[in-house]
């Protein structure tokens, strides 16, 4: 038989049906999906793919599990390295990442490693894994966790696994950080991380929720009052940028984390149902062209939104959201209008958006990015007739933990300075890594570094304890 040079298609609901409901988009492989996708796997003896993976997971070797049919065997091999592969199954950016190296992707696609990943995962979500809880020895070591988000998550996991008894601090009612807040349920269903979050309880790591480091307890206090003897900052990029435009305080214009947050967290989508409310508005403009816009495109038009835009200054070529996104966006009907700037929302007499005004772009000579320049078209202002604006142009650091912090370094942006490699911070016993570190990045790129910082503490606490 020759080998496939194109994956095995992901079944996926129906993008009339699903740009109505809030249900899972992608359906996952069957069984048999997965054992012909896994058989595409050359089994390379210097796998390429691990080297783009930021957890380091043995690819090959989970897959060929797979390509045998040994299901446990997969998902330990899985969880040696990686604590939520339901998770990244899902949200990774595999085309840019495993995949990018894969062999097969030099003649046709690479293998669908995500898609294999996920299988691997959710197969034993449903059998009903079991997980072994830590044995503590008496004298086991204590480690602050400040934030449960991607980082903060991953840190804890493999910390629990190498010994230390682990408290994860999260500020919010529901530990998951921005895979709770920010991605839909369509595209990672929140019973999915939790059920993650629940193996991690299992293992021995506790989660103090309602807790915001830097009011409930500064990190002082944790370590000199609550006897922690490390903390890793992991509290991500949750504070929104906007544009400074005229008419942007009025009503029906959002920070898109807020907008995504009252739907995903605390599921306005239910609204009366569930307390929180939502404006949907009719037609909704979405300034930004990252997954973050993509999210609050597709979910404005699950609320009932009858036109939604994406307005994005620069071409598609240039967008950073993930091409898997822009497809599911374009397949449901979202409306792109590309080398489009807003210069001012538009307001009624009652203080309600009513337009936004645009000008019409041009790309010119490249900047620091790589990316070419926007410049404006003179002469080429229009109004888009929207009742919402969701501003999607990027998320900063909370100053909370910094600012409470003696002797913490932090950047001009207020990102927290650590090594790249390590995590450590201008502060001794404390480390940081995720989005409060490099701004707002991917989820894996977080737990890469929530991976380094594990390895880090543990080597700081007994070079400590052997002095």
Request: proline share 5%; glycine share 10%.
């Amino acid at each position: 038989m020759s080998l496939s040079l194109k994956k095995q298609k992901m079944p996926e609901q129906d993008p009339k049906v699903r740009a109505k409901n809030f249900a899972e988009v992608a359906l996952g492989y069957s069984a048999g999906d997965a054992a012909l996708e896994a058989a595409r796997c050359l089994q390379c003896k210097n796998p390429l793919c691990r080297q783009g993976c930021p957890v380091e997971v043995n690819i090959p070797e989970f897959i060929k599990h797979i390509k045998d049919g040994d299901m446990d065997a997969a998902i330990g091999s899985i969880k040696n390295f990686n604590s939520l592969p339901a998770v990244c199954g899902r949200v990774c950016p595999q085309e840019e990442q495993c995949e990018k190296h894969c062999i097969l992707a030099k003649k046709g696609e690479p293998v669908g490693i995500g898609r294999l990943e996920r299988y691997a995962a959710d197969y034993a979500r449903n059998k009903g894994e079991t997980v072994k809880p830590v044995a503590y020895k008496a004298d086991a070591q204590k480690v602050a966790i400040v934030g449960a988000g991607p980082a903060g998550l991953t840190a804890a996991g493999d910390l629990a696994k190498m010994g230390y008894q682990v408290t994860v601090f999260e500020a919010l009612h529901l530990p998951g950080g921005v895979l709770m807040y920010g991605i839909p349920e369509f595209r990672l269903p929140k019973e999915i991380v939790q059920a993650e979050i629940d193996n991690l309880r299992k293992l021995g790591v506790e989660i103090a929720v309602n807790a915001v480091i830097g009011q409930t307890f500064t990190v002082d206090e944790l370590m000199e009052e609550e006897g922690f003897n490390a903390v890793f900052i992991g509290t991500g990029a949750g504070l929104p940028h906007f544009m400074g435009l005229p008419g942007e305080n009025l009503n029906g214009v959002y920070a898109a984390n807020e907008f995504l947050t009252r739907c995903n967290l605390m599921k306005a989508y239910r609204f009366p149902e569930c307390a929180t409310p939502i404006k949907v508005g009719r037609k909704v403009a979405v300034v930004g062209g990252g997954n973050v816009a993509m999210d609050a495109a597709r979910t404005a038009l699950r609320l009932g939104a009858e036109k939604v835009y994406i307005v994005y200054r620069r071409s598609e070529e240039e967008m950073p959201a993930r091409k898997e996104e822009l497809h599911h966006a374009k397949e449901e009907g979202i409306e792109f209008r590309l080398l489009t700037n807003p210069v001012a929302v538009l307001g009624n007499d009652e203080g309600w958006v009513k337009g936004l005004r645009c000008v019409r772009m041009e790309l010119g000579e490249a900047d620091a990015s790589g990316r070419r320049r926007p410049v404006e078209v003179p002469d080429s202002e229009f109004e888009l007739d929207v009742d919402v604006v969701v501003i999607a142009i990027g998320q900063g650091p909370n100053p909370l933990v910094q600012s409470t912090t003696k002797g913490l370094e932090t950047n001009r942006k207020g990102n927290i300075i650590a090594d790249a490699e390590t995590g450590a911070t201008s502060k001794p016993g404390v480390f940081a890594g995720g989005d409060i570190v490099t701004g707002a990045a991917t989820v894996i790129l977080a737990m890469g570094a929530g991976k380094k910082a594990a390895v880090a503490i543990d080597r700081y606490l007994k070079d400590k304890k052997n002095r």
